[in-house]
């Protein structure tokens, strides 16, 4: 079946903008997760839904990161006024129970 | 906190030889979950293999095995035979126990870049 999807795959934004990110899970996954990983690094936790609920948020890093997942199936990632730091690989995982499958990700520049 | 630690940034193995990556973990969890992620150029991230740790068994998947060593907290993969395809970025994964009600995040080491050799 079809994997885990990511849109886009690259996002150049300008310091400021607001950008949206988004994962379209596998199909049935009940928990989907978001990762920020740096450059040369490995991938950090940001937030965790399980169907709508997003039971675990402690992983972002300002307010200005957002999440959501309606319907229990695609979710978003939101990152409003963009700073150069947030320059990073963005990844989504699904997961139906302990195994997490990935995306490809979307890189993301703030110039 | 759990942490992981991977402490070889960067090896180097000739095709068809045999290569070891070494992960070290720290955590207070009797039952848990460590895996291998492999993150070659295109950058999608693959699982290569899982250890539950109430398994005392080593988990195998064809050229790829590990040694779970619980008491000293490592848990190495192992790659037989390696091929060109083989290179890639390679992360080990903690994940606390399962639970229905609430899953659980996993914890990455910070990787070790594997260049297989022709």
């Known amino acids: 079946g079809a994997g885990v999807s990511q849109s886009p795959r690259y996002k150049v934004a300008k310091r400021g903008q607001d950008v949206a990110l988004r994962c379209d899970p596998i199909?049935?996954?009940?928990?989907l997760f978001w990762y920020q990983q740096a450059l040369g690094q490995g991938p950090e936790f940001l937030t965790y839904f399980q169907n709508e609920a997003q039971l675990d948020k402690s992983g972002l890093p300002s307010d200005r990161f957002f999440a959501e997942r309606p319907e229990g199936s695609v979710s978003t990632l939101k990152i409003q006024r963009t700073q150069q730091e947030d320059s990073a690989v963005y990844l989504c995982a699904s997961s139906p129970r302990e195994t997490q499958y990935f995306g490809p990700g979307t890189r993301l520049l703030v110039l | 906190a759990q942490t992981v630690t991977q402490s070889q940034p960067e090896m180097s193995v000739q095709e068809a030889e045999t290569v070891t990556l070494s992960c070290t973990y720290d955590?207070?969890?009797?039952?848990?979950?460590l895996f291998w992620y492999k993150q070659p150029p295109s950058r999608q991230m693959i699982l290569v293999i899982r250890?539950?740790?109430?398994?005392?068994q080593n988990a195998t998947e064809n050229r790829f095995s590990v040694n779970f060593q619980k008491a000293a907290k490592s848990f190495s993969l192992k790659i037989s035979d390696s091929q060109l395809g083989d290179t890639a970025m390679y992360f080990c994964?903690?994940?606390?126990?399962?639970?229905?009600?609430?899953?659980?995040?996993?914890?990455f080491g910070t990787g070790t870049r594997l260049a297989v050799r022709p």
């Open positions: 199909s049935g996954h009940v928990s």
């Open positions: 250890q539950e740790a109430y398994k005392q």
């Open positions: 994964a903690f994940m606390k126990t399962f639970m229905e009600s609430s899953g659980d995040k996993l914890t």
């Open positions: 955590t207070s969890e009797n039952n848990y979950y």
